[in-house]
């Protein structure tokens, strides 16, 4: 039997919604050991996000999230620089922060990375850290890319501003030192969303090709009505009201309508055909849950090669908020062993 791209393909775009809200439960348990850190995330950031709070919530987003120089040369084992390269046709430039590893003696792996912060807030520097601590055991390099938020800077800027600076990097690698067959593209929340969109699009456009995509509790939906979706509302982190937010902000009123790219929500795809090797992880305690579950099974149904972990009793953001606890070591490790085993391919 061949599987065709168009599984699950209806008037809505990807996977086929039903006529009622699904029925839910309880929110799952959280794991015990990561419940200090979400007290400590809450203590930082608003219960939610509306749109009269953005500002106040990337002002705390910059002043906590960004790595410093020091952070980014690690102690002399990373050299930096931030560089501008062309934008998407007609748009301005973009900033590109781009960490080598000291002792590079040739063409090295390279991390493509895009930050999270809901399609509205942080920036190329945000998160950083976390993508480093992959990237130093392998001797990879760090692309971190500087793409313009919404609702500023609505569909498509975001995605296309990440595509550009791939297509950059690519088309630079042997002068930066990268070996451009080597290239994974990582991103976590909207960053994993707008890391699956590049990925379509380098699919799509025939150009930059990647090794692989590393998506971390993607926000790939926009019609925020999965399971966990409702049954995570109220949580205190990344809640549905808050990702409404984002949406709204980077679609207006498109959002949730017939009207959506597959590269701005890479759920309503209807081909995931063609993709690279792909790992997706995810807490069962968290607004993502679903949408990152069904997007690796509709890769598995389009012929495609996913790994995906559902970690039990993790919240949005859990790892970084308890590093500390077992399934927040654990899941470092199997992004560290997928990404090990790709590059050894």
Same mark, same amino acid.
Request: aromatic share 4%; glycine share 12%.
């Given at each position: 039997?061949?599987?065709? %791209? ?13 006529? &009622? ?12 050991? @990561? ?22 919530? *990337? &002002? ?11 952070? $980014? *040369? ?7 620089? =931030? ?15 781009? @960490? ?24 190329? *520097? ?19 890319? &500087?793409?313009?938020? /919404?609702? =500023? ?6 995605? =296309? ?13 042997? #002068? ?13 929340? /909207?960053? %994993? %969303? ?6 379509? +699009? ?11 995509? +590393?998506?971390? @509790? ?10 966990? /979706? ?9 809640? *549905? ?23 701005? #929500? ?5 081909? $995931? ?17 679903? &949408? ?9 149904? /389009?012929?495609?090669?996913? =790994? ?5 009793? %993790? ?31």
């Amino acid at each position: 039997m061949t599987l065709t %791209g168009n599984i699950g393909a209806n008037t809505d775009g990807g996977v086929p919604r039903p006529p &009622e809200p699904p029925v839910v439960g309880p929110q799952p348990t959280l794991d015990p050991e @990561c419940t200090a850190g979400l007290a400590a995330l809450q203590e930082i950031m608003p219960k939610t996000i509306i749109p009269e709070t953005i500002a106040n919530c *990337r &002002e705390i987003t910059t002043t906590l999230a960004t790595a410093t120089d020091e952070d $980014l *040369r690690r102690n002399g084992t990373y050299t930096f620089s =931030e560089r501008e390269v062309p934008g998407p046709s007609g748009a301005p430039a973009i900033t590109l922060l781009i @960490c080598m590893p000291s002792s590079s003696q040739g063409p090295v792996p390279a991390i493509y990375n895009v930050h999270g912060g809901g399609m509205i807030m942080a920036n190329r *520097r945000t998160g950083v850290q976390t993508v480093l601590d992959l990237a130093a055991p392998l001797g990879a390099a760090v692309i971190s890319v &500087e793409y313009r938020l /919404a609702p =500023e800077h609505p569909d498509p800027a975001p995605v =296309e501003d990440c595509y550009a600076g791939l297509a950059w990097t690519a088309e630079h690698a042997s #002068a930066l030192g990268i070996d451009p067959s080597q290239i994974i593209i990582v991103g976590g929340s /909207a960053g %994993g %969303g707008l890391a699956a969109g590049v990925a379509l +699009l380098a699919r799509d456009r025939g150009n930059s090709p990647l090794l692989g995509q +590393l998506l971390m @509790c993607p926000m790939l939906d926009d019609r925020n009505d999965t399971a966990s /979706a409702l049954q995570m509302d109220g949580s205190g982190v990344w809640d *549905r009201t808050a990702n409404r937010t984002g949406w709204q902000a980077l679609l207006g009123e498109r959002q949730g309508g017939q009207d959506v790219s597959p590269y701005a #929500a890479p759920a309503r795809a209807t081909d $995931l055909s063609g993709l690279p090797p792909t790992l997706i992880d995810v807490g069962s305690a968290e607004i993502f849950r679903d &949408e990152a579950v069904t997007y690796a099974s509709r890769i598995w149904q /389009a012929g495609g090669s996913a =790994e995906l972990h559902v970690w039990p009793g %993790g919240f949005h953001g859990y790892e970084v908020a308890a590093p500390e606890a077992a399934i927040s070591r654990a899941t470092i490790r199997a992004r560290n062993d997928w990404l090990a085993r790709l590059l050894a391919k």
